[in-house]
């Protein structure tokens, strides 16, 4: 059974950071590629950004593209989502997931197997 655990969330004026990390437990790390959602009030779960099972490729949404840094530590069993810049409409839940085999992630929610419960992040105007 894999456990994903998400830390790094709270509240922040636009324009601020945060660092969200996610936790991996009951399964080979590594051999997972990983992914961020996130998921407004009222709104569908949303792709924000994913990370191959080697770290040497990722993916960003259009509207995180130069402001989000997706990155992992193997050896760590963890997963960051460093955010820049951010803007109210930031505001949601985010949510680490990973896939079951190595390979590509992919932007649909579909793709990937396991999911942490959630970190709310919240930015002020």
């Known amino acids: 059974q894999v456990q994903l655990v998400e830390s790094g969330g709270g509240l922040v004026q636009t324009g601020g950071s945060l660092r969200l990390s996610c936790v991996s437990s009951?399964?080979?790390?590594?051999?997972?590629?990983m992914g961020w959602f996130r998921q407004a009030p009222g709104k569908e779960r949303e792709f924000v950004a994913t990370?191959?099972?080697?770290?040497?490729?990722?993916l960003y949404a259009d509207s995180v593209k130069g402001r989000f840094t997706i990155s992992r530590d193997n050896a760590e069993n963890t997963v960051y989502l460093q955010m820049s810049s951010l803007k109210p409409e930031d505001t949601a839940v985010y949510y680490c997931?990973?896939?079951?085999?190595?390979?590509?992630?992919?932007?649909?929610?579909?793709?990937?197997?396991?999911w942490g419960q959630g970190t709310q992040v919240t930015v002020s105007s």
């Open positions: 990370i191959s099972w080697t770290g040497g490729g990722t």
């Open positions: 997931a990973a896939t079951s085999s190595m390979g590509w992630g992919g932007i649909w929610p579909y793709q990937y197997s396991y």
């Open positions: 009951g399964r080979t790390f590594s051999n997972s590629a």
